[in-house]
Structure formats: C-alpha cells, structure tokens
T-cell receptor, first 114, second 115 residues
Framework: GQQLNQSPQSMFIQEGEDVSMNCTSS?????WLWYKQDPGEGPVLLIA?????ELTSNGRLTAQFGITRKDSFLNISASIPSDVGIYFC??????????????FGQGTILTVHP | GAVVSQHPSRVICKSGTSVKIECRSL??????MFWYRQFPKQSLMLMAT?????????EQGVEKDKFLINHASLTLSTLTVTSAHPEDSSFYIC???????????FGDGTRLSIL
C-alpha cells in the first residue's frame, strides 16, 4: 500500500526561526493536506493542495504540491511559541476503492523555544 | 468552516464494557465519515470508512465485530467498541467530508481508557 515518509521527526527551534518539513510518497497522490495537532485534540487543517506544482500560503505557512505528485513540503516562517505541536502531512488519491481515504505521514513534532 | 463534533471527549470504564462514541457534522451533511485510532506519539491509523445508509468499510486487521459502526444519518456516525479490554485503550478520532469533496475535518477525539 501507499506509504508516506515525513521528515524530520522532530525539530527544536528558537522563536523567530523559519521551519521546513516535507513528505515523500511511494506513489502519486492528487491531493496533499497539511494538518496540525495539539495534545489531546484532533488535527486541524492548515493547507490543502490539489494541483501538481501548486504553491499555497496561509499566513506564515506555505506549502507546495510537488511536480511529481509524490512529495510536498510545508514551511513556517518567523515561528512563534503557539506553533508548537505535531504537524502531519496527508495524501489522498481519488480513484477506485481508495477514494477520499487519507494516508498520513508519521508527523513532525515542533518545539519552539521563546 | 466545517465543524465536526465528537462525544464524549473522555471515557474511563471497566473491562468488558461496551462504549459508544458519536461523531457529528454540525454545519454540513457528510455522506462519508472516517474513524481513526491514534497511539501516543504515533500517527493516525484509519480503522474504517463510514458510509451513510450502507455498511462501513473496514481496513485490514480491524475487527468489524469489535468496532461496530453505524452511519444512520447524514450528520451522525457512531463507533461502538464492544466488550472493551485494556488493549483497546487509545485515542479515537473521527473525521467527515462533505459531498463537495472538501478535505476531511476532524473531531477533537475521544480518549478511551479501559481499566
């Protein structure tokens, strides 16, 4: 089945620094999503990408859908303490029995030091 | 934006008890809802896809008789963990997507602890 490799597994940064994380897949997706999860809560959607090559921003967050459709990255600029949490990439392929199902990366744990 | 409500947020009960978790889409109709399980410091693992008006589709290795899913309306899906045991203790999260194929939006999860 499809597998997502997300890296890095964890990051420890100073407030104000930029952050970059990425996901690669063994097969293609036609949707890439980035979520953030705080402890004890469900994931919250940050950015959705629907087209190969698409670059989308949401405030200090920027994400791109790779040209090969097998990868995506998320950048966070000028990090602040409330950026702390676990970031997940997720991909979906609209076809056959897998329609709408998400495959999640392993997550990136972000710690921001004030 | 889309809101998904999950209830209860936390359950602590004795071994052998059956536990029902509700997932509601509050401002949209969800023909499809998904149930996930998450262990500490791990990613979300899809358990099953809940389809309104039809049987749920379970992922490989998930016992359908253990995890009963009912999607009786366009805004409600329920997951019942039958005869729960300590190994069923986990964080269960639901998600829903609307018919316009928007991205999945997640509930706040249910922390299940079986003593």
């Amino acid at each position: 089945g499809q597998q997502l490799n997300q890296s890095p597994q964890s990051m420890f940064i100073q407030e104000g620094e930029d952050v970059s994380m990425n996901c690669t897949s063994s097969s293609i997706f036609n949707t890439w999503l980035w979520y953030k999860q705080d402890p004890g809560e469900g994931p919250v959607l940050l950015i959705a990408l629907y087209k190969a090559g698409e670059l989308t921003s949401n405030g200090r967050l920027t994400a791109q859908f790779g040209i090969t459709r097998k990868d995506s990255f998320l950048n966070i600029s000028a990090s602040i303490p409330s950026d702390v949490g676990i970031y997940f990439c997720a991909g979906s392929y609209a076809g056959g029995t897998s329609y709408g199902k998400l495959t999640f990366g392993q997550g990136t744990i972000l710690t921001v030091h004030p | 934006g889309a809101v998904v409500s999950q209830h209860p947020s936390r359950v602590i009960c004795k071994s052998g008890t059956s536990v029902k978790i509700e997932c509601r889409s509050l401002d949209f109709q969800a023909t499809t809802m998904f149930w996930y399980r998450q262990f500490p410091k791990q990613s979300l693992m899809l358990m099953a896809t809940s389809n309104e008006g039809s049987k749920a589709t379970y992922e490989q290795g998930v016992e359908k008789d253990k995890f009963l899913i009912n999607h009786a309306s366009l805004t409600l899906s329920t997951l019942t963990v039958t005869s729960a045991h300590p190994e069923d203790s986990s964080f269960y999260i639901c998600s829903a997507r609307d018919p316009q194929n928007q991205p999945q939006h997640f509930g706040d999860g249910t922390r299940l602890s079986i003593l």
